[in-house]
């Protein structure tokens, strides 16, 4: 069965951080791309930062210079490292795990549950 499993997320302060994590099982990890998603009240969904198997990273605009993604294939984690956080980040976190089996085919995806950040003073 596979799980993902976020935690970190809360409340903080304008210009505050916070580290999300996302622990995995069921999946062989180092094989999965992955990545955080948010979804704000009223809004879609939307990609905030990806990790692919080699280890390279990209962002959304609004996060650049500001959040760091990164991967432990030792412990099958994943962290969001969020810095100098603004009102307008706060969202529910999801994390996410995709693999393409076949070029053309849509990729297999895992989510966690969420898990929510609210910035506010």
């Known amino acids: 069965q596979v799980q993902l499993v976020e935690s970190g997320g809360g409340l903080v302060q304008p210009g505050g951080s916070l580290r999300l994590s996302c622990e995995t099982s069921g999946i062989i990890f180092r094989i999965y791309n992955m990545g955080w998603y948010r979804q704000a009240p009223g809004k879609q969904r939307e990609s905030v930062a990806r990790?692919?198997?080699?280890?390279?990273?990209d962002y959304t605009d609004s996060v650049k210079g500001r959040f760091t993604i990164s991967r432990d294939n030792g412990r099958n984690t994943v962290y969001l490292q969020m810095n100098g956080l603004k009102p307008e980040d706060t969202a529910v976190y999801y994390c996410?795990?995709?693999?393409?089996?076949?070029?053309?085919?849509?990729?297999?995806?895992?989510w966690g549950q969420g898990t929510q950040v609210t910035v506010s003073s």
């Open positions: 990790i692919i198997t080699d280890g390279s990273s």
């Open positions: 996410n795990a995709q693999k393409v089996i076949h070029i053309g085919t849509p990729p297999i995806n895992y």
